[in-house]
């Protein structure tokens, strides 16, 4: 498996990807110089083509760099604070909100509604963002029709869904296992966004697939040593799975929250896409609370606040700080969509993994095995194949 995923870097990646010409063979005049030349050239072609498809990712990162900082220079001051305090936004408020789920469940928290309900109970934070706009821009509330609101009812219970998966996951996995699991969701963005959307697959989305599935595959073979003390091999095994569904739902949800830009409302700007965020938002709160109602959830609050290690002030501001830092996530990523471009936010992502990772190992004591270490390298990897594709792909001719 290990010489499977190194061939596959070193060799089959970067040809395609970066589409290295063939290595040329030097012209001699003489025929004496080639016999002396053959094992020499029969050696430097992979020499060569390794260097080079090395020089060439190095100068595709390097001239995407450039250009966001020159249109980042162009652009007037307010556009500069926004789009810092929305990518500090998604470097720091994603990682928070999740590592905040796992002190929950590590300081003596045990329901699974209640860390749910908490991730969506922020929504009103970006009504606040929501409302200003409209008098500042001057527009009125796009109209509510019955389709429309069918579609936020719907991806407001997958979201609901969503949510209570990924809670499974924190549950039973270590924060950093987590967060690398979860980098899968743009594996199923891509193959959602192909079917449901029609958006096309190139050949930087097939390797970004194959490369973050394997290191998905890497965390696998080293389930026995990841894992708090407690954590029978059922519950692990129960924490992969759901993290892994919950990935695709995301990736299912993120397809339809498209297809309901392109059919629906016909048109996607800032504030339709807040006014999107706060109607799924709110929807999965309804349902996420209807679930905690019926589970007795707000009664076991007051049990899990009382044995909380930390005490019942912390409890409280733990389920605060979670709401509030996954919404104030979603606004970053939303601002860095509509200031930047995608493959902006590709970057940040790929950057929130390690980051995650890092401060679950510093903060919760997360094993961190060379197994994981190889996993964190390939899904960095499988972002940068997919960045860097999608970026000479956007490029006008």
């Given at each position: 498996?290990?010489?499977?995923?190194?061939?596959y870097?070193?060799?089959?990646l970067?040809?395609p990807?970066?589409?290295?010409?063939?290595p040329?063979?030097?012209?001699?005049?003489?025929?004496d110089?080639?016999?002396e030349?053959?094992?020499?050239?029969?050696?430097q072609?992979q020499?060569?083509?390794a260097a080079s498809?090395?020089s060439?990712?190095?100068?595709?990162?390097?001239?995407?760099?450039?250009?966001?900082l020159?249109?980042?220079?162009r652009?007037?001051?307010?556009?500069?604070?926004?789009?810092?305090?929305?990518?500090a936004?998604?470097?720091?408020?994603?990682?928070?909100?999740?590592?905040?789920?796992?002190?929950?469940?590590?300081?003596g928290?045990q329901?699974?509604?209640?860390i749910?309900?908490?991730a969506v109970?922020g929504?009103?934070?970006?009504?606040?963002?929501l409302?200003?706009?409209?008098?500042?821009?001057?527009?009125s509330?796009?109209?509510l029709?019955?389709?429309?609101?069918?579609?936020?009812?719907?991806?407001?219970?997958l979201?609901a869904?969503?949510?209570?998966?990924?809670?499974?996951?924190?549950?039973?996995?270590p924060?950093?296992?987590?967060?690398?699991?979860a980098?899968?969701?743009?594996v199923?963005s891509?193959?959602?966004?192909?079917f449901i959307?029609k958006?096309?697959i190139n050949?930087?989305?097939v390797?970004?697939?194959?490369?973050?599935t394997?290191g998905?595959?890497v965390?696998?073979l080293?389930?026995?040593?990841?894992?708090?003390?407690?954590?029978?091999?059922?519950?692990?095994?129960l924490?992969?799975v759901?993290?892994i569904?919950?990935?695709?739902?995301?990736?299912?949800?993120?397809?339809?929250?498209?297809?309901v830009?392109?059919?629906?409302?016909?048109?996607?700007?800032?504030?339709?896409?807040?006014?999107?965020?706060?109607?799924?938002?709110?929807?999965?709160?309804?349902?996420?609370?209807?679930?905690?109602?019926?589970?007795?959830?707000?009664?076991e609050m007051?049990?899990e606040?009382?044995?909380?290690?930390?005490?019942?002030?912390?409890y409280?501001?733990?389920?605060?700080?979670?709401?509030?830092?996954?919404?104030?996530?979603?606004?970053?990523?939303?601002?860095?969509?509509?200031?930047?471009?995608?493959?902006?936010?590709?970057?940040?992502?790929?950057?929130?993994v390690?980051?995650?990772?890092?401060a679950?190992v510093?903060?919760?004591q997360?094993?961190?095995?060379?197994?994981k270490?190889?996993?964190l390298?390939?899904t960095v990897?499988?972002?940068?194949?997919?960045?860097?594709?999608h970026s000479?792909?956007n490029?006008?001719?």
């Amino acid at each position: 498996m290990f010489l499977f995923i190194i061939y596959y870097l070193l060799f089959i990646l970067p040809f395609p990807l970066l589409h290295i010409p063939p290595p040329q063979v030097p012209h001699t005049t003489s025929m004496d110089n080639k016999e002396e030349d053959a094992p020499h050239n029969q050696i430097q072609p992979q020499d060569s083509s390794a260097a080079s498809a090395a020089s060439s990712l190095c100068e595709k990162i390097t001239e995407l760099t450039s250009s966001v900082l020159e249109t980042f220079r162009r652009k007037p001051v307010s556009y500069r604070i926004l789009l810092v305090l929305s990518s500090a936004a998604m470097l720091t408020a994603f990682p928070a909100s999740s590592l905040l789920s796992r002190l929950y469940y590590s300081d003596g928290g045990q329901s699974k509604w209640i860390i749910s309900w908490a991730a969506v109970a922020g929504w009103p934070l970006t009504a606040l963002f929501l409302i200003p706009a409209y008098f500042a821009n001057r527009i009125s509330p796009t109209p509510l029709s019955l389709k429309l609101l069918a579609w936020y009812i719907l991806l407001g219970f997958l979201s609901a869904a969503d949510n209570l998966m990924f809670a499974w996951a924190y549950a039973y996995l270590p924060a950093s296992t987590a967060s690398l699991l979860a980098a899968s969701s743009l594996v199923f963005s891509s193959l959602f966004g192909y079917f449901i959307v029609k958006n096309r697959i190139n050949l930087a989305s097939v390797n970004a697939i194959v490369i973050i599935t394997a290191g998905v595959v890497v965390i696998a073979l080293d389930a026995r040593s990841d894992r708090y003390e407690g954590i029978t091999d059922k519950q692990y095994t129960l924490g992969f799975v759901w993290d892994i569904l919950g990935s695709a739902l995301h990736g299912l949800i993120f397809a339809l929250s498209e297809l309901v830009f392109i059919k629906v409302l016909g048109r996607r700007s800032f504030h339709v896409v807040l006014e999107q965020q706060v109607m799924v938002s709110f929807a999965a709160f309804a349902f996420t609370t209807l679930g905690l109602v019926v589970q007795k959830g707000f009664a076991e609050m007051r049990s899990e606040a009382e044995r909380f290690a930390r005490g019942g002030s912390s409890y409280a501001q733990v389920l605060f700080w979670a709401a509030v830092t996954f919404q104030l996530g979603v606004l970053g990523g939303t601002g860095v969509l509509f200031l930047a471009s995608t493959v902006f936010a590709g970057v940040l992502n790929a950057v929130r993994v390690p980051l995650t990772s890092i401060a679950a190992v510093v903060l919760f004591q997360d094993p961190m095995s060379g197994f994981k270490i190889l996993s964190l390298v390939i899904t960095v990897w499988g972002f940068g194949s997919y960045i860097v594709g999608h970026s000479s792909a956007n490029k006008p001719s």
